[in-house]
């Protein structure tokens, strides 16, 4: 096992604001984990710490799925994800990569966390690598580099995108849209040509993979990227 830690972050939200339940998207930590879970110690924080509320529509709709069902039943990755350390109690210095997990959950709450902001920015500014998936990249919004500018501006970024949203009739649901928001800061959106396709960006040290199907590629990058060092 390597001594390289890696820190998985989630969101403490666990409804919309019509009471439905929403929290961290499965296939969005448990494929990404596999990858890096064999070469790297994973950790994990979200702002409250303790237990992460995890979408049940998203172990309904992977209920299939070998990673998610795997993980589900991994007493090693529970004791993380049902554990998890506060945002607060994190330094950056101790990991190589600080990995955004997906889901609603995570637009809610960790845009205006000023600890999360605080935490990502050390990250930046120590060189390394931030990453996100689908709606991870909201934690994202309102991280500055050194001169104050969005780290998103002017690099390759992708998420959960506005068409997607409207297909599955949330785009009133959350606090904004996560493609308009990371276009309006100057990133440069790219995505599949069809909606819910595999996407993933690397630009430097910026890694964001655009959805559900893009979790397991989305780890690959994050591992190449941190072997490269």
């Known amino acids: ?19 439905h339940p929403t929290g961290w998207y ?25 237990k992460a509320p995890l979408d049940p529509s998203s172990v309904e709709n992977f209920k299939d799925d070998a990673e998610c069902k795997q993980f589900l039943a991994d007493e090693k990755a529970k004791q993380g994800y049902e554990n998890t350390k506060k945002l607060s109690e994190v330094n950056a210095k101790d990991y190589e990569a600080i990995v955004y997990v997906g889901g609603h959950g995570p637009m809610f ?9 605080q935490l990502a920015e050390d990250f930046w500014k120590q060189g390394k690598i931030v990453s996100a998936v689908c709606h991870g990249p909201g934690a994202i919004v309102n991280v500055k580099d050194e ?8 690099r390759k970024v992708t998420s959960f995108g506005n068409e997607e949203e409207e297909q599955i009739k949330l785009t009133d649901a959350i606090p904004f849209l996560l493609e308009t928001r990371l276009k ?3 990133g440069k959106f790219e995505k599949n040509e069809k909606p819910w396709g595999a996407h993933v960006t690397v630009d430097g040290q910026l890694i964001l993979g655009a959805n559900p199907a893009s979790a397991h590629d989305f ?5 190449n990227a941190i072997n490269k060092k």
């Open 109 to 117: 709450d960790l845009p205006e966390d000023k600890t999360n902001i």
């Open 184 to 186: 309006e800061l100057g």
């Open 1 to 19: 096992m390597s001594t390289k830690k890696i820190l998985f972050i989630l969101s403490s939200h666990g409804q919309f604001p019509n009471g």
């Open 26 to 50: 499965l296939p969005e930590a448990a494929h990404p984990y596999y990858v890096l879970e064999p070469h790297f110690t994973i950790e994990w924080a979200s702002p409250k710490g303790g």
């Open 147 to 154: 001169n104050g500018k969005p780290i998103v501006s002017g």
């Open 219 to 223: 780890g690959v990058a994050i591992r």
